[in-house]
């Protein structure tokens, strides 16, 4: 079974700083990796997802993420982060079967302080 | 595009009670899987249907049933209500054919508050 692993529940970080969330992964099989954000009051967005390929891939609002197959991580990073970008991200590991079930890890809470 | 539609927004219940949640998927997706969303828990998959039949489905108890309708629309009940029910219930569409690799599209939510 798949398990994903967000170690960070809360990340505090100034306004224009760079920002990494970490994700860690565990599977035997392929998997299809994710980024989603979700906004106060709000259901989730998606930011990016890997399927295969390079393993740098760059998602909406300035995000971007490497998977990393031998460390089985896929770390969400952002150059400079705006006041906007609070919120709560989630990692997420989509299965290889045909059919939709995604794991979700236990989300990280981005705060951004002016 | 109409994005994913969820009515009602929020719900209070007493134990004991039961609930229907429902979820209005984009057009033209035929995949509807279901979350509950908790503070402990995080997002948990409840279960997922495509074309009227349940294709996949989590660690949930019995209380916990759904169904799709022909025009893809789906409706989650909750049965004998429990205090530990109380979470923000997340439905999501997609297309469908393309498994674990397919994005989801999320709705807003529903609120439920179990007292």
Redesign the interface.
Known sequence: AQSVTQLDSQVPVFEEAPVELRCNYSSSVS??L?W?VQYP??????LL?Y?SGSTLVKGINGFEAEFNKSQTSFHLRKPSVHISDTAEY?CA???????????????TKLQVIP | KAG?TQTPRYLIKTRGQQVTLSCSPISGHR?V?W?QQTPGQ????LF?Y?SETQ??K?NFPGRFSGRQFSNSRSEMNVSTLELGDSALY?C?S?W?LA???????????TRLLVL
């Open positions: 998997v299809y994710f989603y009051n709000q259901g989730l967005q998606l997802k399927l989630f590991a989509g299965d290889s079967g045909g059919y939709q079930k995604v794991t979700f890890g236990t989300g | 994913v995949s899987s979350y995080g997002l948990q998959f997922e495509f294709r996949n989590g997340l999501a997609s469908g498994g674990g690799q397919e994005t989801q599209y999320f709705g807003p939510g």
